[in-house]
């Protein structure tokens, strides 16, 4: 007896699931394919390409999307992503996916895995901490890193800190955009240690971080920004 109202409610759920399975794929043939693009684009997850293959397999306009080139794109993405995880000490792409904290202290990151971790910014939610010293990265890994954070990116993170790396002022304009997209939307306490801004980029940066009530703490010590900077940074703050 039990065994049969176990295999029904298996029936229901499997059911269930069909319906909802039909019911997506038909609100998805409603949309335009630049809509559709859109949706897939966002199920393009790096740290779990799978996503993208499920919800594919349950509609044909987003299977057609999802063209072999596309999942070949997919694939080499992902497995440069696992080649960073690795790098950083991680078992997995889904530790990184999940982690709220993440220590890059002379891991040996290059500028291009800082790029590749800058990219990866939309796709790690629980991420809370940030924390990077790599030496190893050159004098423009960080840019590279500041510059792949689109708008929403890192969106849990609150303490962003970047010791003894190279940022600069072009480093600091960038970090300004990233901010003024809408990255770290979230951001408490940011901290830029011996980074190479001088007048010009904290010119540069102060409005964004003058835009931000939340920012808490801001620590700029070692970096060789003088009067003119310092000024920017204590100016009123911008019209919204």
Same mark, same amino acid.
């Given at each position: 007896?039990? %065994?049969?109202?176990?295999?029904?409610?298996?029936?229901?759920?499997?059911?269930?699931?069909? %319906?909802?399975?039909?019911?997506?794929?038909?609100?998805?043939?409603?949309? +335009?394919?630049?809509? #559709?693009?859109?949706?897939?684009? #966002?199920?393009?997850?790096?740290?779990?390409?799978?996503? @993208?293959?499920?919800? +594919?397999?349950? +509609?044909?306009?987003?299977?057609?999307?999802?063209?072999?080139?596309? #999942? #070949?794109?997919?694939?080499?993405?992902?497995?440069?992503?696992?080649?960073?995880?690795?790098?950083?000490?991680?078992?997995?792409?889904?530790?990184?996916?999940?982690?709220?904290?993440?220590?890059?202290?002379?891991?040996?990151?290059? %500028?291009?895995?800082? %790029?590749?971790?800058?990219?990866?910014?939309?796709?790690?939610?629980?991420?809370?901490?940030?924390?990077?010293?790599?030496?190893?990265?050159?004098?423009?890994?960080?840019?590279?890193?500041?510059?792949g954070w689109v708008a929403g990116a890192l969106p849990a993170v609150t303490h962003l800190g970047i010791y003894n790396m190279h940022l600069g002022d072009a480093g600091a304009s960038?970090?300004?955009?990233?901010?003024?997209?809408?990255?770290?939307?979230?951001?408490?306490?940011?901290?830029?240690?011996?980074?190479?801004?001088?007048?010009?980029?904290?010119?540069?940066?102060?409005?964004?971080?003058?835009?931000?009530?939340?920012?808490?703490?801001?620590?700029?010590?070692?970096?060789?920004?003088?009067?003119?900077?310092?000024?920017?940074?204590? @100016?009123?703050?911008?019209?919204?």
């Amino acid at each position: 007896m039990r %065994a049969g109202n176990a295999a029904k409610r298996s029936a229901v759920i499997r059911e269930r699931a069909r %319906a909802t399975g039909a019911a997506a794929a038909m609100a998805l043939s409603k949309l +335009s394919g630049d809509e #559709q693009g859109i949706i897939l684009g #966002q199920l393009r997850n790096t740290l779990e390409p799978r996503l @993208a293959m499920y919800f +594919s397999s349950a +509609s044909t306009e987003l299977r057609a999307l999802l063209t072999p080139a596309v #999942q #070949q794109e997919l694939k080499a993405d992902h497995e440069v992503a696992a080649a960073l995880c690795d790098k950083m000490g991680m078992r997995s792409c889904k530790e990184l996916r999940e982690a709220t904290k993440v220590d890059c202290l002379d891991r040996g990151l290059s %500028a291009a895995d800082l %790029a590749t971790l800058g990219l990866l910014g939309s796709v790690l939610p629980a991420l809370e901490t940030l924390i990077l010293s790599e030496y190893s990265a050159g004098p423009d890994g960080v840019l590279r890193l500041v510059e792949g954070w689109v708008a929403g990116a890192l969106p849990a993170v609150t303490h962003l800190g970047i010791y003894n790396m190279h940022l600069g002022d072009a480093g600091a304009s960038a970090l300004a955009a990233a901010l003024g997209r809408g990255a770290l939307p979230r951001l408490k306490i940011l901290y830029l240690t011996s980074t190479a801004i001088g007048d010009a980029g904290l010119v540069a940066l102060a409005p964004a971080l003058r835009r931000r009530p939340a920012l808490e703490r801001l620590l700029l010590n070692d970096n060789p920004f003088g009067d003119e900077g310092l000024a920017a940074l204590l @100016a009123p703050p911008p019209p919204p």
